[in-house]
T-cell receptor, first 114, second 115 residues
Framework: GENVEQHPSTLSVQEGDSAVIKCTYSDSASNYFPWYKQELGKRPQLIIDIRSNVGEKKDQRIAVTLNKTAKHFSLHITETQPEDSAVYFCAASGAPTGTYKYIFGTGTRLKVLA | GAGVSQSPSNKVTEKGKDVELRCDPISGHTALYWYRQSLGQGLEFLIYFQGNSAPDKSGLPSDRFSAERTGGSVSTLTIQRTQQEDSAVYLC?????????????FGSGTRLTVV
């Protein structure tokens, strides 16, 4: 089955710097890759997603890139702010076997230092 | 409703007891998912429902776990003979349909503590 690896597990950056979180997936048939942000004690919330027919997508300070050949995708946060501090999860989905469940990475705890 | 509702928000139970966790998805969402999040860990898939199709139960960790979805709406996750390792936050999510590119909306979860 699908396996998603996520790195790093923790990441500390200075406010204003950029943060990059990387994920790799195992099933080349996966075609949808969402990213979720989970603040302490709260529910995960979708922040950005990318489909396999697109190489990059941006939304203000957040961008996601996808390399289908290498089977990896990354989240980029620019000009980080303290409110970006949270746990971020990547996921992969869409294998043609009909399993539409998301397989999540193990999460990255991002700390933005003021 | 406006969002995915889960109840109870917290549940403390004694080892060996059965528990039921409830999820009320967003109105009109045909797909419903259950995940488990252990302390400091990722999101572990348990089960998902899509309309009247047979559920995908491939993530249920043992036969002590079961789930139902009545009338295509509310779902109940039941854990029988609870064990301490069942302690976790149980998250429910729904989406408009079970397809690869429809994002989930998560509920706030039920924090289960088995003592």
């Amino acid at each position: 089955g699908e396996n998603v690896e996520q790195h790093p597990s923790t990441l500390s950056v200075q406010e204003g710097d950029s943060a990059v979180i990387k994920c790799t997936y195992s099933d080349s048939a996966s075609n949808y890759f969402p990213w979720y942000k989970q603040e302490l004690g709260k529910r995960p919330q979708l922040i950005i997603d990318i489909r396999s027919n697109v190489g990059e997508k941006k939304d203000q300070r957040i961008a996601v890139t996808l390399n289908k050949t290498a089977k990896h995708f990354s989240l980029h946060i620019t000009e980080t702010q303290p409110e970006d501090s949270a746990v971020y999860f990547c996921a992969a989905s869409g294998a043609p076997t009909g399993t539409y469940k998301y397989i999540f990475g193990t999460g990255t705890r991002l700390k933005v230092l003021a | 409703g406006a969002g995915v509702s889960q109840s109870p928000s917290n549940k403390v139970t004694e080892k060996g007891k059965d528990v039921e966790l409830r999820c009320d998805p967003i109105s009109g969402h045909t797909a419903l998912y259950w995940y488990r999040q252990s302390l400091g860990q990722g999101l572990e898939f348990l089960i998902y429902f899509q309309g009247n199709s047979a559920p995908d139960k491939s993530g249920l960790p043992s036969d002590r776990f079961s789930a139902e979805r009545t009338g295509g709406s509310v779902s109940t996750l039941t854990i029988q003979r609870t064990q301490q390792e069942d302690s976790a936050v149980y998250l429910c999510a729904s989406s408009w349909r079970a397809a690869a590119n429809y994002g989930y909306t998560f509920g706030s979860g039920t924090r289960l503590t088995v003592v």
